[in-house]
């Protein structure tokens, strides 16, 4: 079990708003990182949140360099529900929303496939939902792990349990088998 406690006004988000080579994003939020060389794996975690603020999120992070990354969100929506978010990075984030989540807790996946990534979702542990596939470019190091964020809060505790990490292929995106 992990638990990040994230402080007031941290994000990890680099604004399309801003547009490219226009100053630095916010990168401020903490992290539990790891390198990783497999070019296949699989890393999964059940995410607790104790939302409190809009966009208070437990996530899971792939993270090439400081403009090149992914992470997938269990975030508090602004209508003040828990939703599966996904942010891609290059140069810009590019911001998706999902799935909302009735419950204070999901399961979140995110596979690589060599030069691409799932990201999934899972509310009982058996049954994934494929969120978004898509890839980083080609890549000379990669972290991953999890982070906690309260970009408009006071902070926020995100508890990642139930942690897995497989040095292995996904079978099927779309199944997420």
């Given at each position: 079990m992990?638990?990040?406690?994230?402080g007031?006004?941290?994000?990890?988000?680099?604004?399309?708003a801003?547009?490219i080579?226009r100053?630095?994003g916010?990168?401020?939020?903490?992290?539990a990182?790891?390198?990783?060389?497999?070019?296949n794996?699989?890393?999964?975690a059940?995410?607790?949140v104790?939302?409190?603020?809009t966009?208070d999120a437990g996530?899971?992070l792939?993270?090439?360099?400081g403009?090149?990354w992914a992470?997938?969100c269990?975030?508090?929506s602004?209508?003040g529900?828990?939703?599966?978010?996904?942010?891609?990075?290059?140069?810009?984030?590019?911001?998706?929303?999902?799935?909302?989540?009735?419950?204070?807790?999901?399961?979140?996946?995110i596979?690589?496939?060599?030069?691409?990534?799932?990201?999934?979702?899972?509310e009982?542990?058996?049954s994934?939902?494929?969120?978004?596939h898509f890839?980083l470019?080609?890549?000379d190091?990669?972290?991953?792990?999890?982070?906690?964020?309260s970009?408009?809060g006071?902070?926020?505790a995100?508890?990642?349990?139930?942690i897995?990490?497989?040095?292995?292929?996904l079978?099927?995106?779309?199944?997420?088998?």
């Amino acid at each position: 079990m992990l638990d990040i406690e994230a402080g007031a006004k941290t994000d990890l988000f680099l604004d399309p708003a801003r547009g490219i080579g226009r100053g630095p994003g916010t990168d401020s939020a903490p992290a539990a990182l790891f390198a990783t060389t497999d070019s296949n794996f699989i890393l999964s975690a059940k995410v607790e949140v104790d939302f409190s603020a809009t966009f208070d999120a437990g996530v899971l992070l792939v993270r090439a360099s400081g403009e090149r990354w992914a992470k997938l969100c269990f975030e508090y929506s602004p209508a003040g529900k828990p939703m599966v978010v996904s942010v891609v990075t290059r140069e810009v984030s590019d911001d998706c929303n999902s799935v909302t989540i009735e419950r204070r807790q999901v399961r979140l996946r995110i596979a690589r496939l060599d030069r691409a990534f799932a990201f999934h979702y899972s509310e009982d542990g058996r049954s994934w939902n494929l969120v978004r596939h898509f890839t980083l470019g080609d890549l000379d190091q990669l972290e991953a792990g999890f982070l906690s964020q309260s970009p408009t809060g006071s902070g926020c505790a995100s508890r990642f349990s139930e942690i897995s990490y497989l040095a292995s292929k996904l079978k099927d995106i779309r199944s997420g088998e």
